[in-house]
């Protein structure tokens, strides 16, 4: 097979340093002035992809962002660490997107594109949803390779590795197909300052997301409400072991 082309799903999420906070109705958490990054798990598939390209067997990496403008600033660290170009399908500022809607437009965009390979994170550390992937693979009635920690292209096929519950399963899918990088797929460089300056010129294309045929307005999953965990009591402080043996029995523990 000639070099593959390989588009990746990069997701602008509130960075993971970040003490999420919920709003005071419950409805959501906290966006406005907090600091947002690459999702780190796209982080790792946009990096395999590049590795990929370095390597001679991708002639292009495309990064697409389904979101809204604000998406532009992770397209362009996208760019900056290795993609060729990247396209925003862009949702208007009230639209509310959840796995589905993401996974239309990836799909809808797969069939205009015809990439070899389309390589996602296997989760946003946002919302957790865990679910773009699967959907894709399923909408495009393409195979999958979830949780991928080790990826190889041979030929026409992926030989990908996951780490499963009971070891390592070793899977062999014919491309195209989709795949979602686990943690230790590889780790992802940082962008260089000549290359943050290069990928200000590199294309970055905006498509509204309205072109894809995604009901943005008309989600099928709806967050009902979000509630912070309890705060934690304060821990006490024992003389000795024994001391702690006897409270733990007291109240039950042991
Ligand atoms: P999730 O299913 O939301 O946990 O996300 C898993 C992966 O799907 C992410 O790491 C991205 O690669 C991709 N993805 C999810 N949402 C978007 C989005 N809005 N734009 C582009 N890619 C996305």
Same mark, same amino acid.
């Given at each position: ?84 170009? &990247?396209?925003? *399908? $862009?949702?208007?500022? /009230? @639209?509310?997107?959840?796995? =589905? +809607? %993401?996974?239309?437009? #990836?799909?809808? !965009? ?37 949780? &991928?920690?080790? *990826? $190889?292209?041979?030929? /026409? @096929?992926?030989?990908?590795? =996951? +780490? %499963?519950?009971?070891? #390592?399963?070793? !899977? ?83």
């Amino acid at each position: 097979m000639a070099a593959l082309r390989v588009l990746v799903g990069v997701k602008r999420v509130i960075d993971y340093a970040v003490r999420v906070r919920v709003t005071p109705d419950g409805g959501s958490v906290q966006t406005q002035g907090v600091k947002h990054s690459l999702n780190p798990f796209c982080e790792i598939a946009l990096e395999e992809a590049v590795r990929l390209r370095e390597r001679g067997a991708a002639a292009e990496v495309i990064a697409v962002s389904v979101g809204t403008k604000a998406s532009q600033e992770c397209l362009r660290s996208a760019l900056a660490v290795g993609a060729d170009r &990247a396209l925003l *399908l $862009e949702a208007p500022p /009230e @639209a509310s997107l959840g796995p =589905r +809607e %993401v996974a239309m437009a #990836l799909t809808e !965009l797969s069939r205009r594109l015809k990439p070899n390979l389309v390589l996602l994170g296997k989760q946003a550390i946002d919302d957790d949803c865990n679910q773009t992937g699967q959907l894709l693979a399923a909408m495009l009635d393409w195979p999958q390779g979830t949780f &991928a920690s080790r *990826l $190889e292209v041979e030929g /026409e @096929a992926a030989k990908v590795e =996951r +780490e %499963v519950d009971g070891g #390592l399963e070793t !899977l062999r899918l014919r491309l195209p197909a989709v795949l979602t990088a686990d943690l230790r797929l590889n780790e992802p460089r940082y962008a260089t300052l000549p290359n943050i300056m290069k990928a200000k010129k590199k294309p970055l294309e905006v498509i509204p997301l309205s072109d894809f045929g995604v009901p943005a307005g008309s989600p099928r999953l709806r967050v009902l409400r979000l509630e912070e965990p309890p705060a934690r009591t304060a821990g006490e402080k024992v003389e000795d072991a024994a001391t702690l043996i006897q409270k733990l029995r007291n109240c039950g523990r042991i």
